[in-house]
């Protein structure tokens, strides 16, 4: 069964520092694509960042960038430089492809990121 | 800005009662939305897929006759909670997919519904 695993509940980064959140995945379908969601208090979900499983290069996105490890079914998030706007709940999720070719995204538990000044 | 949005942001309904959230997508033809629902300190859990034209499709689990879903065009999605309970006080979130919209999946606003 596909899954996403966040290990890490709660994360905290001084600011100005880079941190690395923590992803793994579980899929037995060679095609998928793995994303990165940023969720502050409001609860919108911000789209980051995303890496195909086809993708030869790490993805990049300004200060976001995705740490991707085929083999070890890992797909970390580094924020550089963090920033105090950056305190929020990251979810990573995985693309599932849907009858109809359609993608549906199954989520992990989230991480919470607080950025101390 | 924003590609998709979701209304009403907050809505506050009787139990008993039927609520509507809207969600269109701005900038793309959305050929397929999901509606997620998310509770408090947790994750995001999807509840159904919609194509535009056909029948939605449910997750396990979830009842078809309580949350109905339309998706009679291609910018716009309705998800209807029927006969609202307290326990159906929740975040709901939508997100949309087009031909056009490459690999990105954008989301709504979400809206906060509280069933009194």
């Known amino acids: 069964a596909q899954k996403i695993t966040q290990t890490q509940p709660g994360m905290f980064v001084q600011e100005k520092e880079a941190v690395t959140l923590d992803c793994t995945y579980d899929t037995s379908d060679p095609s998928y694509g793995l994303f990165w969601y940023k969720q502050p208090s409001s609860g919108e979900m911000i789209f980051l960042i995303y890496?195909?499983?086809?993708?030869?290069q790490n993805a990049t996105e300004g200060r976001y960038s995705l740490n991707f490890q085929k083999a070890r079914k890992s797909a970390n998030l580094v924020i550089s430089a963090s920033q105090l706007g950056d305190s929020a709940m990251y979810f990573c999720a995985m693309s599932l492809l849907n009858q109809g070719g359609s993608e549906k995204l199954v989520f992990g538990k989230g991480t919470k990121l607080t950025v101390n000044p | 800005g924003a590609v998709v949005s979701q209304h009403p942001s907050r809505v506050i309904c009787k139990s008993g009662t039927s609520v509507k959230i809207e969600c269109r997508s701005l900038d793309f033809q959305a050929t397929t939305m999901f509606w997620y629902r998310q509770f408090p300190k947790q994750s995001l859990m999807l509840m159904a897929t919609s194509n535009e034209g056909s029948k939605a499709t449910y997750e396990q689990g979830v009842e078809k006759d309580k949350f109905l879903i339309n998706h009679a065009s291609l910018t716009l999605s309705t998800l209807t909670v029927t006969s609202a309970h307290p326990e159906d006080s929740s975040f709901y979130i939508c997100?949309?997919?087009?031909?056009?919209?490459?690999?990105?999946?954008?989301f709504g606003e979400g809206s906060w519904l509280t069933v009194v």
């Open positions: 997100s949309a997919q087009g031909p056009n919209s490459g690999n990105t999946i954008y």
């Open positions: 890496q195909g499983s086809y993708d030869q």
